[in-house]
């Protein structure tokens, strides 16, 4: 039978005591940092009951505690068991990190007159298994234990405490079969590619580069599978030499097909579990380039116990996740317009009935009501609502194609919304629009622009407790770095730049009652301006996802005439571009949706010449 959440507390707990721990850290990725994992790695979900694509666990001797942030409040909020459980809400003023609650509870530190305070707990030994923590996030927790020189507590890397109580019911490791992504799709040779890393290695003065994280290693060698669903990726790992290259997978995944793609590129097989002595003992010179946040501490322990002194390894960025960003004119134009009218099950048999179609690229989010309110509420049979009338609907869904990754929402009203419903949808749009039409100097990041995209919600004192834009692939992850549109100070790593994809989607969610999202997918392109100051280049966003905007929930009093002249222009080219590609039923249906606002100009024409007409029509009377 199942285990309870207390059961599963006490087992753990148990095994932390035979690794004398006095706390253990369980993250929500898995070996290769991965925001979306295999039901194999689902380790924290399992522990917590917690489902959710964010979050860490901490559970001591005394306490079980998950942190996640402010997509995920509500939805943890129901699925965690508070007899056993805290939830701690990442982001929030009073709520510390991880670190901080950990430095309280373990470390020796002085206060603030000079006396020292006794750690709280012994032994002070803090668990985690190292794949599932990044270096950089490792160097980081060091740190933060260090305490104040008095005392410190320890980080310390043990095994894999969580599947040991898991047990036989844990899902096996995904097997499913490799396939070529050909050029014809993604526009890049694999053997060029290994050449752009090589050019790297040799700027950094370093034999190799190793690669952990799964979409850059499918980017990389040309390859794609279904091991996590919607992510098209082998998990997998890679090593690029300066004269050979290295991929570590199950080889029952390989086809001949594949194993002579990879092959004619000069990639050599090994077992996946091989890396490690692979980087204990294969390399015999010179320095391993590992990027801090996307390999494992794991793998760096694991390259220093290379006996050879020149074998170090060298931490930097690394080259794939901006290479990958930047998409070839092949994987933009694959990047087709796809229309997004209804639930979630329906728009899942539309988009499999196109062609190119592989899977969805995320688990499609559809809320009614007060279930749109949770911003990655996921709909189960069980639970669901009915979609009803009076209510707001906010559907967020996407799919896998051959050529290219779709992310795209929208909200509606079936009925006569509120006029708060529509004062709050229009600020959502404002902010949309902001984006839509930004022009910004070379060198801006998205941290800059977010701002853009929340003025107008702030103006009412609303705000959205997410990023507005996130990166998406070529027929890879829906979610994709280096850069991004944030608040995060993650965002302000990478300036945004021409050929990248992103997505604009602000919103707002009120507790209990409903959520509002606009989404489309962006291409970063340069623009054309009258001056170009000091020689700057300036960059814009071309909007190139094709659906209506519902003009009903708007608040027309509150746009100005540009927001009101760029929502008509971008719903006449909705239903250019998508009327030619439907049936008769649904072209009337789009007509309907994308028929143009008044704007305030048209509304005083119109209501003079009325007003003239009445005032004729009246003498006319009178004669």
Known sequence: SAMSPAEKLSALRALMKRESLSALLVPSGDAHQSEYIAKHDGRRAFVSGFTGSAGTVLVTTDAALLWTDGRYYEQAGLQLDAAHWTLMKQGLPD????????????????????????????????????????KQEADELTKALSGDGQGSAELVAVGDLVSEVWGDVRPSPPLSAAFIQPEAYCG?????????????????????????????????????????????????????????????????????????????????????????????????????????????????RALAENPIAAVKSLL??????????????????????????????????????????????????????????????????????????EEMYLVDSGAQYRDGTTDVTRTVHFGVPTAHQRRCYTRVLQGHIALAQAVFPEGTTGYQLDLLARQPL?????????????????FLNVHEGPHSISFRDTARLQPLLPTMTVTNEPGYYETGQFGIRIENVCIVREASTPHNFNGTRYFCLETITMAPIQTSLVDVSILSENEL????????????TLLPLLDQNTKAWLEIQCAPLATQANKRGAAKSASSAATTAKKRQKA
């Open 95 to 134: 709520t510390p990190k991880i670190s901080e609650y950990l430095r309280a509870q373990y470390c020796v530190v002085s206060a603030d007159d000079g006396a020292v305070e006794t750690a709280k707990k012994e032994p002070r030994r803090v668990g985690v298994d190292a794949r599932l923590l990044s």
């Open 188 to 300: 890049t040779a694999v053997s060029a590619k290994l050449g752009k890393v090589r050019e790297f290695l040799a700027q950094k003065r370093a034999a190799a580069l190793c690669v952990s994280a799964l979409d850059e290693i499918a980017w990389l060698l040309n390859v794609r599978s279904a091991d996590i669903s919607y992510n098209p990726v082998v998990i997998s790992y890679a090593v690029v030499c300066v004269e050979s290259a290295h991929w570590f997978v199950d080889e029952r995944k390989l086809s001949d097909e594949v194993r002579s793609h990879v092959s004619q590129a000069g990639v050599q097989l090994h077992a996946y579990e091989a890396i490690f002595d692979f980087l204990r003992a294969g390399l015999t010179q010179g320095a391993v380039v590992l990027d801090p946040q996307s390999t494992s501490w794991a793998l760096h």
């Open 316 to 389: 930097t960025t690394s080259p794939l996740p901006l290479a990958k960003a930047l998409k070839t004119a092949v994987e933009l134009d694959g990047m087709k317009p796809v229309s997004e009218v209804s639930g979630a099950d329906h728009l899942e048999r539309l988009r499999g009935e196109q062609s190119d179609y592989v899977s969805l690229s995320f688990a499609t989010i559809s809320g009614s009501g007060s279930n749109g309110a949770i911003i990655h509420y996921k709909p189960e049979s069980s639970t669901c609502k009915q979609l009803h009338i």
């Open 458 to 474: 702030w103006r009412d004192g609303l705000n959205y407790l997410h990023g507005t834009g996130h990166g998406v692939g070529a």
């Open 565 to 576: 002249e760029w929502l008509n222009s971008y719903n006449a080219l909705v239903k250019n």
